[in-house]
T-cell receptor, first 107, second 114 residues
Framework: RKEVEQDPGPFNVPEGATVAFNCTYS??????FFWYRQDCRKEPKLLMS???SGNEDGRFTAQLNRASQYISLLIRDSKLSDSATYLC????????FGQGTELSVKP | EAGVVQSPRYKIIEKKQPVAFWCNPI?????LYWYRQNLGQGPELLIR????????DSQLPKDRFSAERLKGVDSTLKIQPAELGDSAVYLC????????????FGPGTRLTVT
């Protein structure tokens, strides 16, 4: 089993839609979690850290469920510019990435 | 503030040839990482430096890959000889001691081995 697993998608949604991604992890000792955004042929950029209490940044909400060992990212009111690949990552001695979930927001 | 700088951005070589990638981290960042990202996958760590010391190179294929960070600033990753399976994007990232896991990535070097 991979340490971090994501649904690769693609998720095709219309503008204004709400979309959610999940990311499951196998190591219950993992302590820190992150969501990165990667545009096509660009480098990953940190989107937000994921705290145990959950955190929100504008239209983006990240949550952690330790009991079920997954993190989630919710995007409300999707914009065309949200189209990208979203990578979850966690600390397991080092930063370990999932394979990414591709999001395509259509007009 | 300048970001992580990498060169070259693209490289095409024939198999069995050597290749080298260069990275200059964000000023003041003492931790430097080299990752490899295959198509459709997330980045995978190859090596991590704390200043000039390689503290995690467990995923670096040491038979053909080498890296150095002699003065604790910029770094070079080398592959010799390259194989077809080495085609990937090689990403460099850096972080500061106070926020070690908030990593900032460079634009990467896209390597194609033919």
């Amino acid at each position: 089993r991979k340490e971090v697993e994501q649904d690769p998608g693609p998720f095709n949604v219309p503008e204004g839609a709400t979309v959610a991604f999940n990311c499951t992890y196998s190591n219950s000792a993992s302590q820190s979690f992150f969501w990165y955004r990667q545009d096509c042929r660009k480098e990953p950029k940190l989107l937000m850290s994921v705290y145990s209490s959950g955190n929100e940044d504008g239209r983006f909400t990240a949550q952690l469920n330790r009991a079920s060992q997954y993190i989630s990212l919710l995007i409300r009111d999707s914009k065309l510019s949200d189209s990208a690949t979203y990578l979850c990552a966690l600390i397991g001695g080092k930063l370990i990435f999932g394979q990414g979930t591709e999001l395509s927001v259509k007009p | 503030e300048a970001g992580v700088v990498q060169s070259p951005r693209y490289k095409i070589i024939e198999k069995k040839q050597p290749v080298a990638f260069w990275c200059n981290p964000i000023s003041g960042h003492n931790t430097l990482y080299w990752y490899r990202q295959n198509l459709g996958q997330g980045p995978e760590l190859l090596i991590r430096y704390e200043n000039e010391e390689a503290v995690d190179d467990s995923q670096l294929p040491k038979d053909r890959f080498s890296a150095e960070r002699l003065k604790g600033v910029d770094s070079t990753l080398k592959i010799q000889p390259a194989e077809l399976g080495d085609s990937a994007v090689y990403l460099c990232a850096s972080s500061s001691g106070t926020a070690r896991y908030e990593q900032y990535f460079g634009p990467g070097t896209r390597l194609t081995v033919t």
